[in-house]
């Protein structure tokens, strides 16, 4: 069984940066498409940001696009989520996820494996 957790989440000012990581136990990241999803107080969970098994493909919500990269290093079999100028809206809590697909996708029904996340809060 799969686990994920979460790393790097905090308090930050608005135009501030924050790096969030998700590592995995056994089997490692390598042929698993990952995603990174959030969700804010009394909303619904939404997509962020996904990347294929390879790291050759990415995807990202309109909302953060030209903001916030991701990345992995299968070495150390860890996806990160880079977000720049950080908005008050991006706060919420920051859930990984790891899909058998192999395929980054927006889609959360094809992830397989869920962490528990990590709090961003971004203050005005």
């Known amino acids: 069984q799969m686990q994920l957790v979460e790393s790097g989440g905090g308090l930050v000012q608005a135009g501030g940066s924050l790096r969030l990581s998700c590592a995995s136990s056994?089997?490692?990241?390598?042929?698993?498409?990952m995603g990174w999803f959030r969700q804010a107080p009394g909303k619904e969970r939404e997509f962020v940001a996904s990347?294929?098994?390879?790291?050759?493909?990415?995807m990202y919500a309109d909302s953060v696009k030209g903001r916030f990269t991701i990345s992995r290093d299968s070495s150390v079999s860890t996806v990160y989520l880079q977000m720049n100028s950080l908005r008050p809206q991006d706060t919420g809590v920051y859930s990984c996820?790891?899909?058998?697909?192999?395929?980054?996708?927006?889609?959360?029904?094809?992830?397989?494996?869920w962490g528990k996340g990590t709090q961003v809060t971004v203050s005005s």
């Open positions: 996820a790891a899909s058998r697909t192999s395929m980054a996708t927006p889609n959360p029904r094809l992830y397989d494996y």
């Open positions: 056994v089997p490692p990241l390598s042929s698993y498409a």
């Open positions: 990347i294929n098994w390879d790291g050759d493909n990415t």
